[in-house]
């Protein structure tokens, strides 16, 4: 059975957040999938990155090999994360850090000291983002611009191999109605099942 890694950043088990997540895992495993799920926070997942991890060939603690090794088994992934400051939460970026490692999301060319083209090492192709934000989208865009777009699509997925990439913002939460998340959440479900349909 092929696996979906879905992993929740957000402090709050009850938030938005979480039931986005919890959906993407329903939807997964009723279309054949085995939903690998990590709630970041729950789980009390350590984002700092010691020096001794940095290098290929670096010392990585057993909670982290496994992070590692469900991420080169996944035949996609899935990421659930509230937009702060233009940016994911500091523990998802620092999962990122320890997670997507050389020789596990990518590597360079024999001889490349790492400044040449990577060539990325996932095996899953595909890669859902699914955030939600508290500013109107018509103002986001006007006064921020969408630094995510970037920061998923190009500098982490496209890195690591990930040729198919979507992504979508639900907004504003804090004053949206329990219809709209209703409907919100059957719009990830479709999005999920559009990219990862019945095996």
């Known amino acids: 059975m092929k696996k979906i890694l ?39 997942f350590d984002p700092i990155l010691p020096a001794a991890e940095i290098p290929l060939e670096g010392v990585v603690d057993e909670t982290v090999r496994a992070h590692c090794r469900e ?10 994360h509230p937009n702060w400051w233009g940016m994911p939460p500091a523990i998802l970026t620092g999962w990122v850090d320890r997670v997507f490692r ?11 000291a790492g400044d040449g083209v990577p060539i990325g090492l996932l095996a899953g192709k595909v890669a859902l983002v699914f955030n939600t934000s508290n500013t109107p989208r018509e103002r986001e865009m006007a006064v921020f611009g969408d630094p995510l777009a970037a920061f998923w ?30 409907t919100w959440l059957s719009d990830v479900a479709a999005a999920v099942d559009r990219h990862f349909p019945k095996e």
């Open 71 to 80: 991420l080169t088994e996944a035949a996609g992934i899935i990421l659930v």
């Open 6 to 44: 879905v992993v929740l950043a957000h402090p709050d088990e009850k938030s938005f957040n979480a039931a986005i997540a919890e959906r993407c895992a329903e939807a997964v495993t009723r279309n054949g999938y085995e939903a690998v799920v990590h709630d970041l926070y729950r789980e009390g």
């Open 153 to 182: 699509k190009t500098s982490i997925f496209g890195f690591c191999g990930i040729t198919e990439h979507y992504r979508t913002t639900f907004s504003v939460i804090v004053t949206s109605t329990e219809e709209q998340r209703k």
């Open 102 to 112: 050389p020789g596990v999301a990518y590597r360079f060319t024999e001889g490349d």
